[in-house]
């Protein structure tokens, strides 16, 4: 199987070269669904070029200018991506729709067939290796090229089933509705293609706003914490995780109650014990682990306040 950066690569050779020879059969046939077909790859190899730069940026530690490391690059890459295709798809409805009330757009469908047909097999003979390589080795950025690429299959098959459509129509003397296919096609294919750039989008979005990963996910945390802490007496425990690309973030707060003795070296073997128990879960993750007497210093808070201070203990008699 291709590794990541492999699998990348060969995305964007792909789209470079699918996009150029649409470029040029588009001019050559007249096509608005070719030219359709030639920016999607077009846009999909500048975010490509960045996404192969945020695949080497998540590998990295964090650092000073990167605290919490460079894993956020992720859905940001995801988010620009979906985004990208949106606005293309956008673009080219709205050039459908004039094309449709304007008469309709003529196309050499002969030259134009070929195209489709190389375009669907090699969009899905792209996307079958990123498919199998994401499930070796899985990468968020890597399941997002394979989506890209299953869309542009759908666009190529779509644009390949209007163009016989239209020859059909034409060898039975209706040349003018044949003049129709081709934007309505364009209009027929982004609306049935376009909820995978918006979920690829809304995803993104969503891991750059910090939202957890589904609630059974963390329920399974949760419970390797607890079985990680043993006999410690744990008043309240709260597990707070993150996912925004492949890496998980998890904050453990761990409020013991009070009066338990809990030096540092034992602190340390329970802290080690849950790092462990929940990586093994759902690496890769960055565990931090926190011990407290003081339920404020681990609750839920919008901003912090410092807690009351204790009451000092009695005297004795």
């Not at 009066?259 to 879960?281: F, H, K, N, Q, S």
Request: glycine share 10%; aromatic share 6%.
């Amino acid at each position: 199987m291709l590794s990541e950066r492999a699998a990348l690569r060969l995305s964007a050779g792909g789209a470079l070269l699918l996009g150029a020879t649409a470029l040029g059969f588009s001019a050559a046939t007249g096509s608005g669904a070719i030219l359709l077909d030639g920016l999607f790859n077009l846009c999909f190899v500048v975010v490509a070029v960045l996404t192969l730069r945020v695949a080497t940026l998540v590998a990295l530690p964090d650092d000073e200018r990167y605290p919490f490391g460079y894993l956020f690059f992720e859905p940001l890459i995801n988010t620009a991506k979906g985004l990208l295709l949106i606005g293309v798809s956008l673009f080219a409805l709205a050039d459908a729709g004039i094309a449709l009330a304007s008469g309709g757009r003529a196309v050499a469908f002969g030259p134009a067939i070929g195209y489709a047909a190389g375009a669907t097999l090699g969009c899905l003979a792209i996307a079958w290796v990123l498919h199998r390589s994401r499930h070796a080795d899985p990468s968020p950025l890597v399941a997002a090229d394979f989506e890209a690429w299953l869309m542009s299959a759908c666009v190529s098959a779509g644009v390949l089933a209007g163009f016989l459509l239209a020859v059909a129509l034409v060898r039975r003397g209706h040349a003018g509705a044949a003049a129709y296919v081709d934007p309505a096609m364009v209009a027929l294919v982004i609306l049935v293609s376009v909820a995978i750039p918006i979920r690829m989008a809304v995803g993104g979005i969503a891991g750059l706003l910090n939202r957890a990963p589904g609630a059974p996910v963390v329920a399974r945390m949760e419970a390797a914490a607890r079985a990680a802490l043993g006999g410690l007496p744990v008043a309240r425990l709260w597990v707070r995780a993150i996912q925004p690309g492949r890496t998980s973030y998890v904050v453990v707060h761990v409020v013991v109650r009070p009066g338990t003795a809990l030096d540092l070296d034992e602190a340390d073997r329970l802290r080690g014990a849950v790092m462990a128990a929940i990586v093994a879960g759902h690496a890769p993750a960055v565990v931090d682990v926190v011990f407290t007497a003081v339920e404020a210093y681990a609750a839920p808070t919008a901003g912090y306040t410092p807690p009351s201070p204790a009451p000092p203990p009695s005297p004795p008699g």
